[in-house]
């Protein structure tokens, strides 16, 4: 079986005044069906952009992102947000709510955007919401939650569809320790328990231990674990 996630010799070059700076170069990596992968650089190491690359957010300037068996390159605009809506959710850094829906709201408002028939499945949406600790909160504003509980809505949100892929950047980079065991503790569930695929960008080696394998990242370029830890010292 292919693997669910291919990036091919990625390249990503931005144009800055008269400049081309490269962002990543020659990236080429893979992850399997069921796995929860961390990906770890400091920043400016081309995480961001290799996740917005995996999202089919952007275009690699060469290279292909191959996304269960869809050839990002090869689709149109139209068949890339199809895709990306039926088979990934995204979780960030910053929670992206909606304001004036309530956290169910914020919720259930990924089934219309993924354009699914039907209702939210309410048993998985409780077994969702009982597990982050949010069920007795689903009433409430952003603005009458949390940063822990808002980002735990959000998790919600990408987990709701039971999307193949998770894709996470920095998921708890706004968050004290306690939230973000509890954040972290729920994608590894997802990954466990719902077979969901996880890649997470993270620049925190401890948050990066919750994952099966992790993928270092340096100006641009994947590196091995001994290069990692000797810019480390």
Do not use: W
């Not at 504003?141 to 808002?150: H, K, T």
Request: glycine share 10%; aromatic share 6%.
């Amino acid at each position: 079986m292919a693997p669910i996630i291919q990036a091919e010799n990625l390249t990503k070059t931005y144009r800055v005044g008269k400049v081309d700076v490269p962002a990543l170069q020659g990236v080429t990596f893979s992850v399997e069906r069921g796995e929860f992968v961390t990906i770890v650089g400091p920043s400016g190491s081309g995480k961001s952009t290799l996740f917005y690359l995996l999202g089919g957010l952007t275009q690699a300037t060469s290279g292909r992102v191959i996304i269960d068996g869809d050839d990002f390159a090869k689709l149109s605009d139209a068949q890339r947000t199809k895709a990306r809506k039926k088979k990934i959710a995204f979780v960030f850094q910053k929670f992206n709510l909606l304001p004036t829906l309530t956290a169910r709201g914020n919720i259930e408002i990924a089934h219309e955007i993924a354009g699914t028939n039907g209702k939210v499945d309410e048993a998985f949406m409780r077994k969702v919401t009982g597990l982050l600790g949010i069920e007795d909160r689903l009433d409430h504003r952003p603005s009458e939650l949390s940063g822990g509980q808002q980002q735990r809505v959000a998790l919600a949100r990408a987990l709701v569809n039971r999307p193949s892929i998770i894709l996470a950047d920095e998921p708890t980079g706004n968050l004290d320790t306690k939230n973000s065991d509890v954040v972290l503790s729920m994608l590894r569930e997802s990954n466990k328990e719902f077979g969901q695929t996880v890649l997470m960008i993270t620049h925190n080696p401890a948050a990066a231990r919750y994952g099966d394998r992790t993928i270092y990242m340096r100006d641009g370029q994947i590196i091995s674990a001994e290069e990692a830890a000797k810019h480390e010292q």
